[in-house]
């Protein structure tokens, strides 16, 4: 894997991978060493979040129950209560009082039950009074007599102690109070004055609702609960009845375990562990209290944990993006520069065309690479004029090589003709040898047609035929259509030449058929010349194309020669192929593609020779071309 890492992994996921290692080994790090110092930083901020909502529930709870207390001292200061119930009142005022003042009281009263907090108003007074009940409006009777809250626990509370007022829960209240008025209650005393009796009571009740609603406000944390008791651990209201049944807790035992407010502690309850605080709600003996289960307050902080995770994941994605784009913008070049250089093997190197110029070192890289390909191309094509130039100075060479006894003995049988005075014979000799070589010795073109150059065959063994008094039969079975494919010059020529003095010529009769055919296979032209001669013994074919092989009447160079310059112009899957039996004859391959690599250079002769006939050539020519 190491190897792997270090030589063999595309470079892109290499750069992206180093990239994702340092953003996440130091997650890993953070996640290992710093765990536990964490998870407790979270719980303490969780408790301490805790802690500031409870303070917040609290003082809201003040602010609520206050509006009762304050309801109740509003109607215990007013004149119409002093005059009634306090030391300046007097029995007789109730008889005398002008009955419109009481209207007005009684209306102020009403106007404080807002329908929301406070939902109703009682003033319960003793029996020298009983004549307030005829003031009672609507259906609303403010005005009650003090026997019928006789056997309430308030009641009992208030008449056997010193208190003033009492913020009473449900269970202080009587069935009646808690159907009809309200099911909490804040109850002040009015003191008579000196000799006028019991008591009367000022009872303003409110909703128990209300206050649920408040402590529901406090809940943040899933089954956690928030619940009111009074001093003697009486429960007032609480934000859910089932929790607050399963965590319930005696006051005392809260400030046991707590030791000050708001101060938040965890204490083993059943099988688990809660959380547990208080708040002292002012101006009350009440008591406000939160349970937070330690399990949820755990799961919070894992899910914190989490989200904290989630954040360094996108942060990692990002990264991972970053360094998956900034590494795609240094592969890409270097891949572009390794595809170029690949394509070296098959063809010429090629600029790389970038999008826009860069200065790092990729950009170096490419600018000099696009440099060294310009200095490449520039030697190749100085190569290639090179190597066509040797090509042509090869091919003239080989041309050059042709058998001069071919020449010799051509004027000397033109001079035997002479000599017995045959001038036709000699003149009909002298114009096919002339025209043979003008073809031959042209250096107008490297390449002709096909029908060129069967011209150029025919006369050659027309001149042998003139030697060896017609014992050579030429057949040529050219399709029309390949007349006009090109062909470079004195191909056929050294291979008829072979077959007649090597092949025909050792036969006893010393005479023969020679057969040119052709034929396309694919974008490869392919011509075979048999001969019925004496053919070739295996050793022969082994060296007859590599320019090694010997015969009685000289070498076979021509041959060589011949095979030698198509695989110059074509490639060496070109040239000539030899199949031969003995005492049967011979049978040569000539494979030329149609349009070769060099066919610009060497095959631009048009389909015909000024020397060909229906062109514009001398007399001599025209006499030649009438007279064959």
Request: charged residues 20%.
């Given at each position: 894997?190491?190897?792997?890492?270090?030589?063999?992994?595309?470079?892109?996921?290499k750069?992206?991978?180093?990239?994702?290692?340092?953003?996440?080994?130091?997650?890993?790090?953070?996640?290992?060493?710093?765990?536990?110092?964490?998870?407790?930083?979270?719980?303490?901020?969780?408790i301490?979040?805790?802690?500031?909502?409870?303070?917040?529930?609290?003082?809201?709870?003040?602010?609520?129950?206050?509006?009762?207390?304050?309801?109740?001292?509003?109607?215990?200061?007013?004149q119409?209560?002093?005059?009634?119930?306090?030391?300046?009142?007097?029995?007789?005022?109730?008889?005398?009082?002008?009955?419109?003042?009481?209207?007005?009281?009684?209306?102020?009263?009403?106007?404080?039950?807002?329908?929301?907090?406070i939902?109703?108003?009682?003033?319960?007074?003793?029996?020298?009074?009983?004549?307030?009940?005829?003031?009672?409006?609507?259906?609303?009777?403010?005005?009650?007599?003090?026997?019928?809250?006789?056997?309430?626990?308030?009641?009992?509370?208030?008449?056997?102690?010193?208190?003033?007022?009492?913020?009473?829960?449900?269970?202080y209240?009587?069935?009646?109070?808690?159907?009809?008025?309200g099911?909490?209650?804040?109850?002040?005393?009015?003191?008579?004055?000196?000799?006028?009796?019991?008591?009367?009571?000022?009872?303003?009740?409110?909703?128990?609702?209300?206050?649920?609603?408040?402590?529901?406000?406090?809940?943040?944390?899933?089954?956690?609960a928030?619940?009111?008791?009074?001093?003697?651990?009486?429960?007032i209201?609480?934000?859910?009845?089932?929790?607050?049944g399963?965590?319930?807790?005696?006051l005392d035992?809260i400030?046991?375990?707590?030791?000050?407010?708001?101060?938040?502690?965890?204490?083993?309850?059943?099988e688990?562990?809660?959380?547990?605080?208080?708040?002292?709600?002012?101006n009350?003996?009440?008591?406000?209290?939160?349970?937070?289960?330690?399990?949820?307050?755990?799961q919070?902080?894992?899910?914190?944990?989490?989200?904290?995770?989630?954040?360094?994941?996108?942060?990692?994605?990002?990264?991972?993006?970053v360094?998956?784009?900034l590494?795609?913008?240094?592969?890409k070049?270097?891949?572009?520069?390794v595809?170029?250089?690949?394509?070296?093997?098959?063809?010429?190197?090629?600029?790389?065309?970038?999008?826009?110029?860069?200065?790092?070192e990729?950009?170096?890289?490419?600018?000099?690479?696009?440099?060294?390909t310009?200095?490449?191309?520039?030697?190749?094509?100085?190569?290639?004029r090179?190597?066509?130039?040797?090509?042509?100075?090869?091919?003239?060479?080989?041309?050059?090589?042709?058998?001069p006894?071919?020449?010799?003995?051509?004027?000397?049988?033109i001079?035997?003709?002479?000599?017995?005075?045959?001038?036709?014979?000699?003149?009909?000799?002298?114009?096919?040898?002339?025209?043979?070589?003008k073809?031959?010795?042209?250096?107008?073109?490297?390449?002709?047609?096909?029908?060129?150059?069967?011209?150029?065959?025919?006369?050659?063994?027309?001149?042998?035929?003139?030697?060896?008094?017609?014992?050579?039969?030429?057949?040529?079975?050219?399709?029309?259509?390949?007349?006009?494919?090109?062909?470079?010059?004195?191909?056929?020529?050294?291979?008829?030449?072979?077959?007649?003095?090597?092949?025909?010529?050792?036969?006893?009769?010393?005479?023969?058929?020679?057969?040119?055919?052709?034929?396309?296979?694919?974008?490869?032209?392919?011509?075979?010349?048999?001969?019925?001669?004496?053919?070739?013994?295996?050793?022969?074919?082994?060296?007859?194309?590599?320019?090694?092989?010997?015969s009685?009447?000289?070498?076979?160079?021509?041959?060589?020669?011949?095979?030698?310059?198509?695989?110059?112009?074509?490639?060496?899957?070109?040239?000539?192929?030899?199949?031969?039996?003995?005492?049967?004859g011979t049978d040569?391959?000539?494979?030329?593609?149609?349009?070769?690599?060099?066919?610009?250079?060497?095959h631009?002769?048009?389909?015909?020779?000024s020397?060909?006939?229906?062109?514009?050539?001398?007399?001599?020519?025209?006499?030649?071309?009438?007279?064959r």
């Open positions: 894997m190491t190897k792997y890492y270090t030589d063999d992994m595309g470079l892109r996921k750069l992206t991978i180093s990239h994702l290692v340092v953003v996440i080994i130091p997650l890993i790090l953070v996640s290992i060493f710093l765990y536990s110092s964490f998870y407790d930083m979270v719980i303490k901020n969780m301490a979040s805790e802690q500031t909502l409870s303070v917040q529930t609290s003082d809201t709870l003040k602010a609520t129950i206050s509006q009762a207390a304050y309801a109740a001292n509003s109607i215990l200061d007013s119409v209560t002093r005059e009634l119930f306090g030391e300046e009142g007097d029995l007789s005022v109730v008889e005398s009082v002008d009955g419109q003042k009481i209207v007005n009281y009684y209306q102020t009263i009403l106007a404080m039950i807002d329908g929301e907090l939902t109703d108003i009682r003033i319960y007074y003793d029996a020298p009074y009983t004549r307030l009940s005829d003031f009672n409006m609507l259906e609303t009777p403010v005005f009650q007599p003090l026997e019928k809250m006789t056997s309430s626990y308030w009641y009992g509370i208030l008449s056997t102690t010193a208190d003033s007022a009492l913020f009473c829960p449900s269970l209240l009587s069935l009646t109070e808690i159907r009809e008025n099911e909490l209650a804040y109850i002040t005393r009015v003191p008579y004055g000196e000799g006028k009796g019991d008591a009367a009571f000022i009872a303003v009740y409110f909703s128990k609702d209300k206050i649920q609603n408040i402590l529901s406000q406090n809940i943040t944390v899933n089954d956690s928030a619940y009111i008791l009074n001093e003697k651990s009486t429960l209201a609480a934000s859910d009845a089932a929790l607050t399963e965590y319930f807790t005696e035992r400030k046991e375990l707590t030791q000050t407010e708001n101060n938040f502690v965890t204490a083993p309850f059943l688990q562990k809660l959380y547990l605080g208080y708040h002292v709600i002012d009350s003996d009440w008591y406000m209290i939160s349970v937070i289960p330690s399990s949820t307050v755990m919070k902080g894992k899910v914190l944990i989490f989200e904290f995770l989630g954040l360094y994941l996108v942060v990692v994605i990002l990264a991972f993006i360094a998956y784009r590494s795609g913008s240094i592969v070049r270097i891949s572009a520069v595809k170029q250089m690949q394509k070296v093997k098959l063809n010429r190197p090629e600029r790389i065309q970038a999008v826009q110029e860069t200065q790092d990729i950009g170096g890289l490419v600018h000099t690479y696009n440099y060294m310009d200095e490449i191309n520039t030697l190749m094509e100085q190569q290639e090179t190597a066509k130039e040797l090509r042509l100075t090869e091919f003239a060479a080989l041309q050059a090589q042709i058998n006894h071919f020449l010799y003995n051509s004027l000397d049988m001079n035997w003709h002479t000599q017995k005075g045959e001038k036709e014979e000699a003149a009909k000799a002298i114009q096919a040898l002339s025209k043979f070589y073809l031959t010795l042209s250096k107008k073109n490297a390449a002709v047609t096909m029908a060129v150059e069967l011209e150029h065959v025919s006369l050659y063994v027309e001149l042998q035929n003139m030697r060896y008094d017609d014992k050579i039969e030429l057949l040529i079975d050219i399709p029309p259509d390949m007349l006009g494919c090109m062909i470079p010059r004195l191909t056929f020529q050294p291979i008829v030449e072979n077959a007649i003095l090597h092949g025909i010529m050792r036969k006893p009769e010393k005479e023969g058929n020679i057969v040119i055919t052709g034929w396309r296979e694919g974008t490869d032209l392919v011509y075979l010349i048999s001969d019925d001669g004496v053919g070739m013994e295996q050793e022969v074919l082994n060296q007859i194309l590599t320019g090694e092989g010997k009685s009447k000289g070498t076979r160079i021509g041959v060589y020669n011949t095979h030698r310059r198509l695989q110059l112009l074509y490639g060496e899957s070109y040239g000539l192929t030899y199949e031969s039996t003995v005492h049967q040569v391959y000539i494979r030329i593609p149609e349009m070769g690599a060099d066919y610009e250079e060497y631009t002769m048009e389909s015909t020779d020397s060909l006939p229906g062109s514009s050539g001398d007399a001599a020519d025209n006499g030649m071309q009438q007279e």
